[in-house]
């Protein structure tokens, strides 16, 4: 059975909606922070309907989901093969503005039981995962777990966009990304 063109038109439309969704929210969350920003908001900044909000994403949470989905595991979705390719990922990510999003929030994500905070901890956990992975393809010294290093891997990579979102004029990205490439190179990464 083949679609029809109506119904390709209809899946279009579906699929474009909810990018303009997501992209307000992101926005809009990076902005007022997840408890200021309503439907309305996002809805009046999208230009689409307020009903479309739930039948997308059931609700605020999972509009949150699809905005973490958007603006960091997809552009954090693929394994760098080198230290350097990372450390590249890791600035031109840093610089996106959509991740104004994390500073924005992360007031929001220290109170247990916050929508944001359930986000930040699977996003952590997650994140943490993937760097242990790729961390344990090296030969660390003895002493050095994988997963212990990603958490500190995991820290600095935040702390560097916290400290760069607030005052991007005091920290050259591309030699703190250096620096922290040094850093693991000295225990074996590449």
């Known amino acids: 059975m083949t679609s029809t063109p109506r119904a390709s038109r209809r899946a279009e439309t579906t699929q474009e909606s909810r990018r303009l969704l997501v992209t307000a929210a992101t926005e809009l969350f990076a902005e007022r922070g ?31 989901g699809a905005v973490v989905e958007h603006a960091v595991v997809q552009p954090l979705a693929g394994e760098p093969d080198t230290l350097d390719e990372a450390m590249d990922t890791l600035v031109a990510f840093t610089r996106s503005p959509s991740t104004t999003l994390f500073a924005t929030l992360v007031g929001e994500a220290v109170e247990p039981g916050s ?20 961390l344990a393809r090296a030969d660390l010294p003895a002493g050095v777990d994988a997963d212990e290093l990603a958490t500190v891997v995991l820290g600095a990579v935040v702390g560097i966009h916290m400290q760069w979102r607030i005052a991007p004029e005091a920290i050259d990205l591309e030699r703190t990304y250096t620096t922290l490439g040094a850093v693991l190179r000295s225990v074996g990464i590449t």
Do not use: C, M
């Open 34 to 64: 997840y408890r200021q920003t309503t439907f309305e908001d996002i809805a009046a900044r999208s230009g689409v309907s307020r009903g479309s909000i739930p039948w997308h994403f059931g609700n605020k949470e999972g509009l949150l």
């Open 115 to 134: 929508a944001p905070h359930k986000w930040y901890s699977e996003l952590h956990d997650t994140l943490r995962r993937r760097i242990s992975a790729w």
